[in-house]
């Protein structure tokens, strides 16, 4: 059994608190869930002490403007940046299904790749918006 050190790290693993029962999450499946649950409920102005430090995803798309690209960018690097903080390596692929401005719509495809423990685990989810809120997420078992 691995004994906790001062800094939460099991074998170097980087937890991710939650304010539940389950206390700090250290299994990458259940960390990946958390901290996309994580990015669609933060406000990016939500903090004064930490001003740019919180990541949202409304906060990304509005960064990442009307050009597929950019905001393909945008997500991507928000992402991983997000992610790298709490694995020991991180591969992230954004890509845009839909977008329609006129409805406030956007559906993009998120791919992420993580190692930690000399563990990978790929996770991949159809995301769906609306208005800049979430509408729907849905597994993708078998992306590529």
Same mark, same amino acid.
């Given at each position: 059994? !691995?004994?906790?050190?001062?800094?939460?790290? @099991?074998?170097?693993?980087?937890?991710?608190?939650?304010?539940?029962?389950? %206390?700090?999450?250290? $299994?990458?499946?259940?960390?990946?869930?958390?901290?996309?649950?994580?990015?669609?409920?933060? $406000? !990016?102005?939500?903090?004064?002490?930490?001003?740019?430090?919180?990541?949202? @995803?409304?906060?990304? @798309?509005?960064?990442?403007?009307? #050009?597929?690209?950019?905001?393909?960018?945008?997500?991507?690097?928000?992402?991983? $940046?997000?992610?790298?903080?709490?694995?020991?390596?991180?591969?992230?692929?954004?890509? @845009?299904?839909?977008?329609?401005?006129?409805?406030? #719509?956007?559906?993009?495809?998120? %791919?992420?790749?993580?190692?930690?423990?000399?563990?990978? !685990? $790929?996770?991949?989810?159809?995301?769906?918006?609306?208005?800049?809120?979430?509408?729907?997420?849905?597994?993708?078992?078998?992306?590529?």
């Amino acid at each position: 059994m !691995a004994t906790k050190d001062p800094n939460n790290l @099991i074998d170097n693993v980087v937890p991710v608190p939650t304010l539940s029962t389950l %206390n700090l999450i250290y $299994d990458s499946a259940n960390k990946f869930d958390q901290l996309l649950a994580h990015m669609f409920v933060a $406000d !990016a102005n939500q903090t004064y002490l930490y001003p740019g430090h919180v990541t949202s @995803i409304p906060q990304l @798309i509005e960064k990442g403007g009307s #050009r597929r690209d950019t905001l393909e960018q945008s997500l991507r690097q928000g992402f991983y $940046d997000y992610f790298n903080r709490y694995y020991q390596d991180v591969s992230v692929t954004v890509t @845009i299904r839909e977008i329609d401005f006129s409805s406030s #719509r956007l559906d993009f495809d998120l %791919n992420v790749t993580v190692s930690e423990r000399q563990e990978q !685990a $790929d996770f991949g989810r159809l995301i769906r918006t609306a208005h800049k809120q979430l509408v729907e997420i849905i597994k993708i078992n078998n992306y590529g």
